[in-house]
Nanobody
Framework: QVQLVESGGGLVQAGGSLRLSCAASGRTFSSYGMGWFRQAPGKEREFVAGITWSGGRTYYADSVKGRFTISRDNAKSTMYLQMNSLKPEDTAVYFC???????????????????WGQGTQVTVSS
């Protein structure tokens, strides 16, 4: 299995930007699709963005389309989430995870992912 560690969270004003990173250990990172999820207090964990093994396909939740960009660098075993035009409703703990369905799957549910990181807090003030 792969171990994942998120970083880059913090406090930002509405309209600002943050870049999250997800560093992976293990040799299987480039063989799988990856995804970002988030969980706000009292709410269920929700899909944010996903990317296939090579980065050739990306897909997003409607709530973040046009504002967030997911990318990956397989040589560095790292995935990124560039978040622009942040809103207070983006406040949540952000998690990265491995798409266990494989390299080309475009999964969007938590049950299709494993190897969850510990999360990084993103807080957007109004």
């Amino acid at each position: 299995q792969v171990q994942l560690v998120e970083s880059g969270g913090g406090l930002v004003q509405a309209g600002g930007s943050l870049r999250l990173s997800c560093a992976a250990s293990g040799r299987t990172f480039s063989s799988y699709g990856m995804g970002w999820f988030r969980q706000a207090p009292g709410k269920e964990r929700e899909f944010v963005a996903g990317i296939t093994w090579s980065g050739g396909r990306t897909y997003y939740a409607d709530s973040v389309k046009g504002r967030f960009t997911i990318s990956r660098d397989n040589a560095k075993s790292t995935m990124y989430l560039q978040m622009n035009s942040l809103k207070p409703e983006d406040t949540a703990v952000y998690f990265c995870a491995r798409n266990r369905a494989g390299a080309w799957s475009m999964a969007m549910t938590t049950t299709e992912y494993d190897s969850w990181g510990q999360g990084t807090q993103v807080t957007v003030s109004s």
